[in-house]
């Protein structure tokens, strides 16, 4: 039978979280680029995202924690995807008007 210990499911969940968190990105992005709008997106929460996501993943490579790292990677190139996108469409908003 298959046994897991308390530190192998925490493990498990942190994975799994980690992937989730730079998935939960995409679909602003996909909106974003559907509609060519940035509106009711505020720019500066995905910024103050990647600012965080950048850090924590320099934490994780200097901790040697490499799955951190990687999660965070994910999400910093997820995230950062929308941040690029808001400020392309915010940008491109004000030169059209």
């Given at each position: 039978m298959f046994e897991i210990s308390l530190k192998g499911f925490v493990?498990?969940?942190?994975?799994?979280?980690?992937?989730?968190?730079?998935?939960l990105f995409i679909p602003q992005a996909i909106t974003l680029f559907k509609t060519k709008n940035a509106q009711g997106s505020s720019m500066i929460t995905f910024f103050g995202?990647?600012?965080?996501q950048f850090f924590t993943l320099w934490h994780g490579y200097f901790a040697k924690d490499y799955l951190l790292m990687?999660?965070?990677l994910l999400s910093f190139l997820t995230c950062g995807a929308v941040t690029l996108q808001l400020f392309f469409y915010r940008n491109a908003e004000k030169i059209s008007l």
């Open positions: 493990d498990l969940v942190f994975s799994l979280g980690l992937f989730l968190n730079a998935v995202f990647n600012v965080m990687s999660g965070f």
